[in-house]
């Protein structure tokens, strides 16, 4: 059974820092790209940033110097860290991983930017 498994989302103040985690199980085809999306409440779902298997990294120009996407191959991982947060980046993150045949989700994490 495949599973993304996502954790790290919590309440911060403003200006605060978050390392968002998700691990994939149960893959047994390759990874290509992995990353992040968010979704606000009342929005649609936005991609924040995307990692390659050669780890070329891409964000959103919301993110950009203030967000870093890292992932380990070896162990189907990728992380977001995520600083200098804002309000507006409150909202729920889902991970995802890419292979040459489906999407895959994870549940979802809920970060929220409030003092």
């Known amino acids: 059974q495949v599973q993304l498994v996502e954790s790290g989302g919590a309440l911060v103040q403003p200006g605060g820092s978050l390392r968002l985690s998700c691990a994939a199980y149960?893959?047994?085809?390759?990874?290509?790209?992995m990353g992040w999306y968010r979704q606000a409440p009342g929005k649609q779902r936005v991609l924040v940033a995307a990692?390659?298997?050669?780890?070329?990294?891409t964000y959103a120009d919301s993110v950009k110097g203030r967000f870093t996407i890292s992932r380990d191959n070896a162990k189907n991982t990728v992380n977001l860290r995520v600083n200098s947060l804002k309000p507006e980046d409150t909202a729920v993150y889902y991970c995802?991983?890419?292979?040459?045949?489906?999407?895959?989700w994870g549940q979802g994490t809920q970060v929220t930017v409030s003092s």
């Open positions: 149960g893959i047994t085809f390759s990874i290509n790209a």
């Open positions: 990692i390659t298997s050669g780890s070329s990294a």
């Open positions: 995802y991983a890419d292979t040459d045949y489906y999407r895959y």
